[in-house]
């Protein structure tokens, strides 16, 4: 799944700790989800959503 993770925290000027730490998830995670090794659960998918005040489609795209 493509996602604009990475984009979307810099835009807020968070690093990679801040936006894993808000989530209550580790870095690894977050390097993972933007790496787009790993999709995030449901769950984890809506907190994002949440935590940047966007819907998860606008965050993450379901590749072709």
Known sequence: ???ALKEMRKEQGWSQQDL???LGVSRQSI???EREKYDPSLDLAFKIG???G???ETIFTPEP
């Open 1 to 3: 799944m493509k996602n």
């Open 20 to 22: 894993a730490e808000r």
């Open 31 to 33: 390097i993972a989800i």
């Open 50 to 52: 949440r935590v940047f």
């Open 54 to 56: 966007a819907s998860i």
